[in-house]
């Protein structure tokens, strides 16, 4: 079971350096990085320290630890997935005005033109 | 067309896409039928002539720098509605399925009544209108789905054939569904209280091109529309962000 944990902390260490490289090359902004390095942090930090994570699968009552990792880390990706999908949303509607907005104008200003 | 001109005044919008065979058909009859009423072609970043034949017919364009699909489109166009001032506005589709004919109908309906929104309906008397099977069906679900929500049964919920007043054209400027508008409209009217009423219309088969309406699409369709509906019988209006689409 403890290759798996070691698995997850190389896992981890390519998702933060993925995060990292992607940063200082410009393709992802500081604020949506930030949880990608947080959990890749949190990831790391709970498959190398296999005490605390023992002490949470005792409090849960998990069958072993390295479910119990997976578990918490399928949830924390959950909840970014959720986190991704409200702030595509919330461009996708900014966008929409924005092509509406532009539209409008562009039309005003051709009608005040023909005049 | 830079303001409305008078009190009632009418504006005819047409989204189109991709409409080059029959948009300028479309006009013709719009302009033949309610001669002295402005129309706006809303065009959804066709990919072929619409837009210069639009314009030869005598509309006026809004051209869209990318797609917004259906409801996006409408939207545009009632959002310039709005702020030119008009007092009605009635969407004729790009295909040609409407009849202009029936204009004057939903606009006498709209002012007689007072109510928000008047639907063209095929299905309010028998008029040789039809619809395809998958079509027909899907049609029959939402006024079993809609009746209990509307408190009134709609016949014909799927109709873009519809005519508004300023008190709905203000609502959708502010939220309109983007996909599939007309069924979650009639609920985004409902949770303010407003009224519609359906008139009978005669709609016909498309003037060129295809439907791109698929089995798979039509099921998306369903869903989508379903959870569109619950949704906006569930939301919470808040603060609205500025320029929201809905």
């Given at each position: ?115 | ?16 896409l991709?409409e080059?065979?029959a ?70 589709d790009?295909d040609?399925q ?33 619809t395809g099977?998958v079509r ?69 088969p498309r003037?060129a091109g295809r439907s791109t309406i698929t089995?798979?699409k039509s ?28």
């Amino acid at each position: 079971m403890d290759s798996l944990l070691h698995v997850t902390a190389v896992l981890s260490v390519v998702l933060l350096a993925m995060v990292l490289i992607s940063l200082r090359r410009a393709h992802i902004r500081v604020e949506y990085s930030v949880s990608w390095l947080l959990a890749a942090v949190a990831m790391l930090l709970l498959s190398l320290s296999r005490p605390v994570l023992d002490a949470i699968t005792r409090w849960t009552g998990v069958p072993d630890s390295p479910l119990t990792l997976f578990l918490i880390t399928g949830t924390v990706f959950l909840v970014m997935f959720f986190r991704f999908s409200v702030i595509i949303s919330h461009l996708r509607d900014d966008n929409v005005a924005l092509t509406q907005r532009v539209a409008m104008l562009e039309y005003r200003v051709r009608s005040f033109e023909q005049e | 067309m830079n303001r409305a001109s008078g009190a009632d005044a009418l504006l005819v919008i047409v989204p189109a896409l991709n409409e080059e065979g029959a948009i300028g058909e479309v006009v013709r009859q719009i302009r033949q039928h309610v001669p002295d009423v402005p129309v706006l072609v809303i065009d959804d970043c066709s990919e072929d002539g619409t837009i210069g034949v639009a314009r030869a017919a005598g509309a006026d364009v809004l051209p869209l720098a990318h797609h917004l699909g259906l409801g996006g489109c409408v939207q545009a166009g009632y959002k310039l509605a709005y702020e030119l001032g008009f007092e009605y506005v009635i969407r004729v589709d790009g295909d040609g399925q409407h009849d202009a004919r029936d204009i004057p109908a939903i606009l006498e309906r709209l002012k007689s009544t007072g109510c928000e929104m008047v639907i063209g309906s095929r299905f309010v008397e028998e008029n040789g209108s039809s619809t395809g099977m998958v079509r027909g069906l899907g049609i029959r679900f939402f006024r079993m789905v809609l009746r209990p929500i509307l408190g009134k049964p709609v016949r014909d919920p799927t109709s873009g054939f519809v005519g508004v007043n300023r008190r709905a054209l203000e609502v959708f400027a502010r939220s309109f569904p983007l996909e599939y508008p007309e069924i979650e409209a009639l609920v985004v009217l409902q949770r303010r209280r407003f009224r519609f009423e359906e008139v009978p219309v005669k709609m016909h088969p498309r003037l060129a091109g295809r439907s791109t309406i698929t089995p798979r699409k039509s099921l998306y369709y369903i869903v989508h529309v379903l959870l569109g509906v619950f949704v906006n019988i569930l939301k919470y209006d808040g603060r609205p962000r500025p320029g929201r689409g809905g």
